[in-house]
């Protein structure tokens, strides 16, 4: 069963400590993204990565770091220095070149502040 | 002035009618446009995807493009309360990252 897994479904963050959400696919896409969505507003993009071992900062990188060392899976971590962490996390994945420029997410992790 | 604008609503309207949802962009290198549909507490899921000008239609979904108006429009026929969700336009102008609309939250009420 093809897809997108994001876990934990929900994440609690005490002050001062680093939380990583996980998202892993098994659709053989070479593009994965991280987003952002605070209630009433569209996605803003965090991070993405095209390739392996390859990835850029988006529209709102800082307090964020990732990782791509394996082509299914694309870890986020949520640092000390987010201030305002509280948030629904989606990842999504895109097939690549050649393919459609559409998106496909995950269910997302929701992040709350302790 | 955000690169593309969408009514947040919120969107009531009785079951059976039909929706039309709409957002309006500033970057005429846009080619691709999709909208995903939103459940509460889910990720967006792909619901439509058109590729320049003109109409796609599936079921009782129609999307419109109309790139000389950078206008894009969704239609939803005989309007049931499983519709009922937040509805996102996104647009991309090839291979880079997907602009997103804020959103339009709809209601259908039976």
């Known amino acids: 069963d093809g897809g997108i897994t994001q876990s934990p479904k929900y994440l609690f963050r005490k002050e001062g400590q680093n939380v990583t959400l996980s998202c892993e696919q098994n659709l053989n896409h070479d593009a994965m993204y991280w987003y952002r969505q605070d209630p009433g507003q569209g996605l803003r993009l965090i991070y993405y990565?095209?390739?392996?071992?390859?990835?850029q900062k988006g529209d709102i990188a800082e307090g964020y770091s990732v990782s791509r060392e394996k082509k299914e899976s694309f870890p986020l971590t949520v640092t000390s220095a987010q201030k305002n962490p509280t948030a629904f996390y989606l990842c999504a994945s895109r097939p690549g070149t050649g393919g459609r420029e559409t998106q496909y997410f995950g269910p997302g992790t929701r992040l709350l502040v302790l | 002035q955000k690169e593309v604008e969408q009514d947040p609503g919120p969107l009531s309207v009785p079951e059976g009618a039909i929706v039309s949802l709409n957002c309006t962009y500033s970057n005429s290198a846009f080619q691709y446009f999709m909208w995903y549909r939103q459940y509460s507490r889910k990720g967006p899921e792909l619901l439509m995807y058109t590729y320049s000008s003109g109409n796609k239609e599936d079921g009782r979904f129609t999307a419109q493009v109309d790139k000389s108006s950078k206008y894009i429009s969704l239609f939803i026929r005989d309007s049931q309360p499983s519709d009922s969700a937040t509805y996102l336009c996104?647009?991309?102008?090839?291979?880079?990252?997907?602009?997103f609309g804020q959103g339009t939250r709809l209601t259908i009420n039976p």
């Open positions: 996104a647009m991309t102008p090839r291979a880079q990252k997907l602009v």
């Open positions: 990565s095209h390739i392996v071992n390859d990835f």
